[in-house]
């Protein structure tokens, strides 16, 4: 991940960027496959009085071709900030993906990971750049295309979270490590399509 290389050519030695992976297996129906339909049926063409959406059962004795939905074990990468001398994960930095904010395993892996994080000693950075899906809980409604939450395990249950939309620049914001906070914002670079921390 070139965020973990960033983040760590700015920090201290005392710190180490790892990236960590969370692994579960997903039901079929939960797939986000682009261009790939969940059920397909393939049968003869239909008669030009039926309406094209129709489909026609095949003469007894022949079959049609299905696509089933399939499980699949799915791997959602995220970035831990540890301290060298103990190995103690001091922040834990998790870009949201699409099935995070669907309902399905994937929001369930997350929701359990990220409670676990909620209530313990490790600070936690949530970046969710994705327009569409339902975001993660919080008492207050705020409405807004994208979403930097920061939650310090000595302010708890109180976070801060920047809301920006679209034509909105990327805000900058501090990483906390253990009793300081390092500064740090995302540039978005259009060349490589990827998206940076700068110091």
């Not at 939650?151 to 900058?172: C, G, K, V």
């Amino acid at each position: 991940m070139a965020i973990a290389d960033d983040l760590n050519d700015n920090l201290s030695e005392k710190y180490r960027v790892a990236i960590e992976k969370r692994t579960y297996i997903s039901g079929g129906d939960e797939s986000l496959l682009v261009g790939i339909p969940d059920v397909a049926i393939a049968s003869q063409q239909p008669e030009q009085s039926q309406p094209a959406a129709t489909v026609t059962l095949p003469l007894v004795g022949e079959s049609i071709t299905v696509t089933i939905p399939m499980r699949e074990e799915v791997q959602e990468r995220y970035l831990e900030i540890r301290e060298v001398a103990t190995g103690t994960v001091i922040t834990a930095i998790e870009i949201l993906s699409p099935k995070n904010k669907r309902s399905g395993e994937g929001r369930q892996a997350y929701s359990r990971k990220r409670n676990q994080v909620l209530l313990g000693l490790t600070h936690l950075i949530e970046i969710d750049l994705l327009r569409g899906g339902q975001p993660l809980p919080m008492v207050e409604r705020v409405q807004s295309d994208y979403r930097i939450l920061i939650s310090r395990s000595d302010r708890r249950p109180s976070a801060q979270l920047y809301a920006f939309n679209l034509r909105h620049e990327i805000p900058r914001f501090f990483v906390p490590l253990a009793l300081f906070l390092f500064s740090l914002s995302i540039k978005q670079d259009n060349a490589a399509n990827r998206f940076a921390f700068v110091h």
